[in-house]
């Protein structure tokens, strides 16, 4: 798919938790609105969107989003487009997991959402050392 990428993480020891709440407040400060699923044991989801209103009109249903997965000492990270999962927030872990995350997305959306991915995953990476 254009545009998503996986990043693989072996023997870091990260906390998944405050991996997740480092690219949420990254999202956050760059103007994303953002939502989370409850994480589960080994899956956290979180859905970012730029406001504006051409945005709204022409992709009212893309997100950024993020899916981390594993344990602390081994973990992937992959970054995407997907739909905008309306309340995301009390979504079960196991409906997401069968429902379509990431989506294809068209040439003009993919060099804006290439540029996003590379500087959230430059970012998450300096924090996880």
Do not use: C
């Amino acid at each position: 798919m254009i545009g998503e990428k996986e990043e693989h993480f072996e023997g870091k020891g990260t906390q998944l938790d405050a991996l997740e709440s480092h690219i949420e407040e990254y999202l956050k400060g760059d103007g994303f609105t953002v939502q989370t699923a409850p994480p589960s044991d080994d899956t956290r989801i979180i859905q970012a969107k730029k406001g504006g209103w051409l945005r709204d009109v022409v992709a009212a249903d893309r997100a950024l989003t993020i899916t981390i997965t594993g344990t602390p000492a081994d973990f992937k990270v992959k970054v995407g487009i997907g739909k905008w999962l309306q309340h995301l927030g009390v979504a079960a872990i196991e409906t997401l997991l069968v429902s379509e995350l990431f989506l294809f997305v068209d040439v003009a959306d993919t060099m804006w959402n290439l540029e996003i991915e590379d500087k959230l995953i430059a970012d998450f990476k300096k924090f996880i050392g």
